[in-house]
T-cell receptor, first 113, second 112 residues
Framework: DGGITQSPKYLFRKEGQNVTLSCEQN?????MYWYRQDPGQGLRLIYY???????QKGDIAEGYSVSREKKESFPLTVTSAQKNPTAFYLC????????????FGQGTRLTVV | GESVGLHLPTLSVQEGDNSIINCAYS??????FIWYKQESGKGPQFIID?????DKRQGQRVTVLLNKTVKHLSLQIAATQPGDSAVYFC???????????FGTGTRLKVLA
C-alpha cells in the first residue's frame, strides 16, 4: 500500500539528548514536510524539502535539523537546543504540483522526561 | 488560513444535526483549498478539496462552499455522527514555494 510512515509512534527523550524521528514515503512525492502540533493547537511548519538534497526552514526551525539524502526519506532531528520539544510531530508529503493535497503520516509523540 | 498558535475553537453539535465549520484565508491568489479531519492521536486525513473556479463541491455527507469575494470557505457535514468527532483543518496551497497554509482548526464534538 502506498503511504507515509512515521516511526516511532512514541518517543521519550532525556533533557540534553538529540533524537531523530523517521519519515518514509513510497508515494514517489518530491516534496516532504515536518510539522509540530502542540495540545489544542494547529500545525506549525518546521522544515520542508522540495527535492532531494535541498530543504528550507519553516516557521519554527530553531533547535531542529533535517536531511534529504533520498527521495523517500526525510528524518527530523530534535536537538538539545530545542528548549520545549514535547509535542506531536507530523510528517507529510506531496507531489508539489499546484492543486494537489498533502498526505500525512500518523505522527510521533515526543516527550521529554 | 494562517497558521497561528491559538487554542482551537470548539463546535458542539447534536447527533443527527448538520455541522458547519468555517475557515477564512488571506491570500487572494490562492486557487486550491483542502479540508482535513484529524482524530485524536492520529495524523490529518484528507476529506475534500475545491479549486477556485468552483463555488461548491459535494462528497459523501460533506459539502465545501467557497466564497472568493470574502475569502471564506466552509465545510458542511450532513447528519453528524459520533465518528465525526475530530479536529477539522482547512488548508490552501501548495504555493509557489510548495508550502501549505493551515487554518487554526476547529474541534467538532458530537453530542449523543
Amino acid at each position: 500500500d502506498g503511504g507515509i510512515t512515521q516511526s516511532p509512534k512514541y518517543l521519550f527523550r532525556k533533557e540534553g539528548q538529540n533524537v531523530t524521528l523517521s519519515c518514509e514515503q513510497n508515494l514517489n512525492h518530491d516534496a516532504m514536510y515536518w510539522y509540530r502540533q502542540d495540545p489544542g493547537q494547529g500545525l506549525r511548519l518546521i522544515y520542508y524539502s522540495q527535492i532531494v538534497n535541498d530543504f528550507q526552514k519553516g516557521d519554527i526551525a530553531e533547535g531542529y535539523s533535517v536531511s534529504r539524502e533520498k527521495k523517500e526519506s526525510f528524518p527530523l532531528t530534535v536537538t538539545s537546543a530545542q528548549k520545549n520539544p514535547t509535542a506531536f510531530y507530523l510528517c507529510a508529503s506531496s507531489s508539489g504540483n499546484r492543486g494537489t493535497e498533502a498526505f500525512f503520516g500518523q505522527g510521533t509523540r515526543l516527550t521529554v522526561v | 488560513g494562517e497558521s497561528v498558535g491559538l487554542h482551537l475553537p470548539t463546535l458542539s453539535v447534536q447527533e443527527g444535526d448538520n455541522s458547519i465549520i468555517n475557515c477564512a484565508y488571506s491570500n487572494s491568489a490562492s486557487d486550491y483549498f483542502i479540508w482535513y479531519k484529524q482524530e485524536s492521536g492520529k495524523g490529518p486525513q484528507f476529506i475534500i478539496d475545491i479549486r477556485s473556479n468552483m463555488d461548491k463541491r459535494q462528497g459523501q455527507r460533506v459539502t465545501v462552499l467557497l466564497n472568493k469575494t470574502v475569502k471564506h470557505l466552509s465545510l458542511q457535514i450532513a447528519a453528524t455522527q459520533p465518528g465525526d468527532s475530530a479536529v477539522y483543518f482547512c488548508a490552501d496551497g501548495p504555493t509557489g514555494t510548495y508550502k501549505y497554509i493551515f487554518g487554526t482548526g476547529t474541534r467538532l464534538k458530537v453530542l449523543a
